[in-house]
């Protein structure tokens, strides 16, 4: 855990700014062998349905994942995860799980007014960090061992079932050009599933870009 981050990563480069000493930002280090590489989406699922979970009990409705794996409350961003696996063979060596959750910050640079929010902004009040993180540990080790034993269907269900504008007609752009689709699910990729004026289409991590979030 760290107390202040300076050099925080996110999806494909992009960064991760937090005010120290306000924000869960953690690492988990896993060893997932057991999970084949055409399901290693599994993880990402299980890691985003236990933080949504834990914050969900602390702020009440208003929480999704929105795909792959940031968390939001209503339009704004929370949180986030990277997961960077090693692979050795066919086999998932370890697996680094980088998580960065907006907790106690009350303030936010002026590019991220409207885009980004916290639990205080939402509660009012400053939260344990160290209770949460335990929380958030507990809950991941809990699915954790539910993706060693197999049970994947629940926590596939959970994690669609979350989707930010899942099932809602919404606007999204793929190489500059927008277009209207409905998000139907994940594939066992991990690609974002759409039914869009052309039929069901699958999108790969930052293919497409999600408009109007205002």
């Given at each position: 855990?760290?107390?202040?981050?300076?050099?925080?990563?996110?999806?494909?480069?992009?960064?991760?700014?937090?005010?120290?000493?306000?924000?869960?930002?953690?690492?988990?280090?896993?060893?997932?062998?057991?999970?084949?590489?055409?399901?290693?989406?599994?993880?990402?699922?299980?890691?985003?349905?236990?933080?949504?979970?834990?914050?969900?009990?602390?702020?009440?409705?208003?929480?999704?994942?929105?795909?792959?794996?940031?968390?939001?409350?209503?339009?704004?961003?929370?949180?986030?995860?990277?997961?960077?696996?090693?692979?050795?063979?066919?086999?998932?060596?370890?697996?680094?799980?980088?998580?960065?959750?907006?907790?106690?910050?009350?303030?936010?640079?002026?590019?991220?007014t409207g885009k980004a929010t916290s639990v205080f902004r939402i509660l009012q009040r400053d939260v344990n960090l160290v209770g949460l993180l335990a929380?958030?540990?507990?809950?991941?080790?809990?699915?954790?061992?539910?993706?060693?034993?197999?049970?994947?269907?629940?926590?596939?269900?959970?994690?669609?079932?979350?989707?930010?504008?899942?099932?809602?007609?919404?606007?999204?752009?793929?190489?500059?050009?927008?277009?209207?689709?409905?998000?139907?699910?994940?594939?066992?990729?991990?690609?974002?599933?759409?039914?869009?004026?052309?039929?069901?289409?699958?999108?790969?991590?930052?293919?497409?870009?999600?408009?109007n979030q205002s």
């Open positions: 855990m760290a107390d202040d981050q300076y050099a925080g990563r996110g999806q494909q480069n992009s960064t991760w700014n937090v005010e120290p000493g306000k924000n869960l930002t953690f690492s988990v280090l896993l060893k997932p062998k057991f999970l084949p590489l055409n399901q290693q989406f599994l993880l990402n699922m299980a890691v985003s349905v236990a933080i949504n979970d834990v914050l969900s009990r602390l702020v009440g409705e208003g929480l999704t994942i929105k795909w792959p794996n940031d968390i939001y409350f209503l339009n704004r961003k929370m949180g986030g995860v990277l997961i960077e696996n090693s692979i050795v063979g066919n086999d998932i060596k370890t697996a680094i799980i980088g998580v960065g959750v907006n907790v106690n910050q009350q303030n936010f640079e002026a590019e991220l929380e958030i540990c507990a809950a991941l080790e809990s699915l954790y061992l539910q993706l060693r034993t197999g049970k994947h269907t629940n926590i596939r269900r959970a994690y669609v079932d979350k989707l930010y504008q899942i099932d809602e007609i919404a606007r999204y752009q793929k190489g500059g050009e927008a277009f209207d689709g409905m998000i139907k699910g994940v594939a066992d990729s991990g690609l974002l599933q759409m039914e869009t004026q052309g039929g069901l289409q699958e999108f790969n991590f930052k293919e497409i870009v999600f408009l």
